[in-house]
């Protein structure tokens, strides 16, 4: 083979127990044809006219949001969702008619603009997923050519019949039914992580009939034609029969190979295509990539609804009082303004027909008060947030540099989202984890033997200030250096002078070492993999803990080296030589594990003849298994056990017992004759007969592996949950591992309850036996209700006491407990619990389940994961973040932000989160008090006009104001300010509900910001007007006209918004200073060079500067005296709320300002307050602890 390893062939039937490699029996076969059971796929025949006539997709998948014909409908559809640009496009429209107050060109420029400017913003983004579809879809795979040769192909190309050979560690490019493989079982190893998240290799099996199928040119006269379920999204499950010259054969979810699962530690396989393209498993689990909007965004359109509306009343009123005016401007005959010429003038200004004048000044006045509502709001808000989407990209405290990875924002359109996470749905394995296990401690003969320290106890330590956060002190006093903690041998990082390097044969029950190291050695299935060059030897095992646990006998002395059909071989230390001798062990059986049963055994027979039942298994069924003389150790062995669960470790009970003939003859009859039974209750019966052996063990220890969580990951949970933030995690695993990572990642901790839903009750297991699916269905739902109806019992009589819940549900009761009936009560429990668990649960459920937490609560959802099977998970959240880890990168590419690590969620969350959240929502807020203190003095001055729908200022007076004089600060504002630095938002993690309370752009928040911009608004004008209307301006004794009116208007109001800019910001750069004194300067210098122009294009604006403002001291007088008039109220304001009612970063602002030298108090008294009463996390497990030891003193007092 490859790699210069060899590997000894097996037959598995010999040596799986149970029910590796046969057909599942309890498929109902006779639903073939019927509804939904209707798929037939001719293999190595795709093209015969029956085939071609079923007419099935080709192998084609598509990730994308747009393609070419559906871009501009799409793109256009997704722009003109925002209401303000609907509006722009109708003004736009209207500036083409007599009733423009302005130009048409000025109206309909900016509109394009943005518009365009968006949509190559999510052209760019779309086509990024276009260039990952291209590359999937154009891998090659050989396809067989009707001669017996294999020629490489396209994925795309492969049609639904197609004979593949997909070679080791390749891709399945669709979903196969397996025919044969390089082994002679025709069995195979196939990796799942991107699918259901999990590392171990599944053994699938090809039925025997095709097991035989090794060459190319077998595959010459190779025809045969599958029955089979249609497609459908459930992983786990496939029916159907192969019909094979003449005879029908049963195929089970054993002979399927699903699309995306990659092929391992096996030469080739030939399998015949069943589903392809979105017919597939994978891809049937995975959801239309959704149009996302952030609350905010939703929030802005509700804002521009309440402004148009506002907008419309003002207009009727304007236009209510221009009827009436221009109605009595002619009355019997005599002209009352005789100056306008009622007389003789238009349709937009007659007297005799003063409703049709009122009607069409309401649509001159709907353009000209367009300003309120503004346009570049969303082109300025894009610009920010694709400006913010690069410093989150180039945060080096967020790159990885182990795997050259940094963060990447893949859309900018939420960055404001992160700020308001209410609830992170996580998925498990490659996303809280590393995906690699290690055997770090273990205690036997009730010693505790392993000074290893767990990512777990070393966030415990740092938390209480332990030394253990820098060294690790051993019993005997001497210091390890724990600063490099990659262990030398991947899987094995265990530290004990007393049993390393073969010292455990001078500990005081070394006989009972000897027992466990040999029992890791032997009871397993893993197979050596010996390489030729150098002669190591490594493991390939069903599950990452299994291959620990050889590796770590071999590292202690007993070396798995070895397997043959009926034996294993291994190399012992001897005791008494200290020598490696080479032993031995007839294996018998294998009794496997799985989830109900909880332990798996071996029955050997060593060379003195003695047999042995080696068992290992859950604390929860082995210790009752126990002889009354076996339990020498139990109760040192369960208190190291629970030391290690608190330390978020994997325990296994190792236990033996010795057989005699009689015994051992009498179980290996009454096994054969359950294993050869051809019923519906044969695993029943198997397991009956194993109950009988597996009784009367022998305690030797208990093992404690380390799922490896990656770097970081307890604190960064201990931190998002001192922010507030609920954590979810959602896997494909089994009950037990999930658990394990609870309490490794300090989710779950000793001493909370947890409240576990799942069907594993005798009523349920009865009726699976009958075989009535109805009836399985109905139990199965009761069951779900009552035990969520006991749960939210249990939760209801806890309120109000510091009890803490974890919810444990699996993936069978998880499919009831969301159905439309039962939901509700499922979430209302699960919101009710600090932590919550989903095990077993398949793509479709965690779709599913994030859309619950989304819609049900209202808040915004946050989904974690690194695989395809994340990818429905991420899509249906608010925001989806996908690790780019070990797992390929379909989670990354269907993702709105991409990390390389979980730990780098909290700074994304808790720093840009945060900082973007205050950001867009300052800068909206600044957006409408501007826009609203322009608007205000354009209404106040055609109110002044009566109504005529005269523009107080030039037409690019106008055009330019939300363009070049107060554009840019707002721009920085967005993209620089922080009103808390980093260090702080880390420091103080409450500061992050400010964001999911949403306090910075509540309803109160903006109507205040509106409120402040109606009130500079009115100061600006009465001042000005009041000021100028009967002064002499000029020196010949000139008074005020419309246009230095205006000038001196639109001066005030452009350093007014300016200067309130200034207020507003908490971190000053210099780019802000240049863009807020930058923009009045560019103001003054545009008068200039606009006034000099020639009077054709000036108009209004020619010389006004330099002939009539400049040299009037009133002007320059007037513009300071307006400018601290109108800023007045809101430093009054600020004031009054930073002294009285300060909100939470102003009170970290204080400490940042003068807090830590002038008042030690007050800086206490915030930090007490940012620590939050979790229930989760390292922290509320050193309370939890901590309390715990206080009711004990209390009691014993």
Known sequence: MAGGRTRRKLHFRKIYAFSCGKSSLRDDLSQIGGPGFSRVVYCNDPENYEAKALNYGDNYVRTTKYTLATFFPKALFEQFRRVANVYFLIVGCLAFTPLSPYSAVSSIVPLVIVIGASMAKEALEDWRRKKQDIEVNNRKVKVHRHDGSFDDMEWRNLRVGDIVKVEKDGFFPA???????????????????????????????????????????????????????????????????????????????????????????????????????????????????????????????????????????????????????????????????????????????????????????????????????????????????????????HDLHMYCEEADKPAHARTSNLNEELGQVDTILSDKTGTLTCNSMEFIKCSIAGTAYGRGITEVERAMAKRKGSPLVHEEISDEGYVENSADTIPTVKGFNFKDERVMNGKWIAEPRSDVIQKFLRLLAICHTAIPEVDDETGNISYEAESPDEAAFVIAARELGFEFYQRTQTSILLHELDPVTKMQVERSYQLLNVLEFDSTRKRMSVIVRNEEGQLLLLCKGADSVMFERLAKKGREFELKTQEHMNEYADAGLRTLVLAYRELSEEEYKEFNEEFTEAKNLVSVDRDAKIEEVVEKIEKDLILLGATAVEDKLQHGVPECIDKLAQAGIKIWVLTGDKMETAINIGFACSLLRQGMKQIIINLETPGIKALEKEGDKSAIAKASKASVVHQIAEGKAQVSASSGSSDAFALIIDGKSLAYALEDDVKNDFLELAIGCASVICCRSSPKQKALVTRLVKVGTGKTTLAIGDGANDVGMLQEADIGVGISGVEGMQAVMSSDFAIAQFQYLERL?????????????????????????????????????????????????????????????????????????????????????????????????????????????????????KALEIQAFRQGGEVVGLEILGATMYTCVVWVVNCQMALSVSFFTLIQHIFIWGGIILWYLFLLAYGAMSPTYSTTAYQVFVEACAPAPSYWLVTLFVVISSLVPYITFSAIQVRFFPMYHAMIQWIRLDGQSDDPEYCHMVRQRSIRPTTVGFTARVEAKARHLREKRHHRT
């Open 175 to 393: 979903d196969l039914l397996l025919l044969s493989s390089s082994y002679e079982d025709a069995i195979c190893y196939v990796e799942t992580m991107n699918l259901d998240g999990e590392t171990n290799l599944k053994v699938k099996q090809a039925l025997e009939v095709t097991s035989g199928l090794h060459e190319d040119v077998n595959f010459s006269h190779f025809n045969a034609s599958v029955k089979c379920e249609d497609p459908n999204a459930n992983l786990y499950t496939f029916v159907g029969t192969m019909e094979l010259e003449e005879q029908q054969y049963p195929l089970s979810p054993q002979q399927l190979l699903l699309r995306d699962s990659k092929l391992r530690n096996t030469d080739y396989i030939y399998g015949a295509v069943v589903f392809t393209g979105n017919d597939t498993k994978v891809m049937q689990n995975s959801m239309e990539p959704p149009s996302k909007r952030s609350n905010i965004e939703r929030t802005m359109d509700k804002l521009i609804y309440f402004l148009f509306c506002m907008l419309v009343l003002i207009s009727l009123i304007g236009s209510i009082f221009f009827g009436i005016a221009t109605r009595d401007d002619l009355e019997n005959g005599r002209m009352k303004r005789w100056y306008l010429r009622p007389d003789d003038t238009t349709s937009l200004f007659d007297p005799n027909n003063a409703p049709i004048a009122a009607i069409l000044h309401f649509l001159t006045a709907l353009m000209l008060y367009s300003y309120i509502i503004p346009i570049s709001l969303y082109v300025s808000i894009e610009i920010v947030k694709v400006l913010q989407s690069i410093f989150i990209n």
């Open 909 to 1025: 969350l808790l720093v840009h989160g945060h900082w973007c959240y205050r950001r867009i929502s300052s800068m909206i807020c600044y957006f409408f008090y501007k826009n609203i203190t322009f608007g205000v003095t354009l209404f106040l001055f055609e109110a002044y006009a009566s109504f005529s729908g005269q523009a107080a200022y030039n037409d690019w007076f106008m055009s330019f104001y939300n363009v070049f004089f107060t554009s840019l600060p707002v721009i920085a504002l967005g993209v620089f300010d922080q009103d808390v630095s980093a260090r702080f938002c880390l420091k103080f993690p409450l500061l992050y509900q400010e964001g999911v309370q949403n306090v910075l752009f509540s309803w109160i928040r903006i109507l205040s910001w509106m409120l402040n911009g109606v009130g500079s608004g009115i100061i600006i004008f009465f001042f000005c007007t």
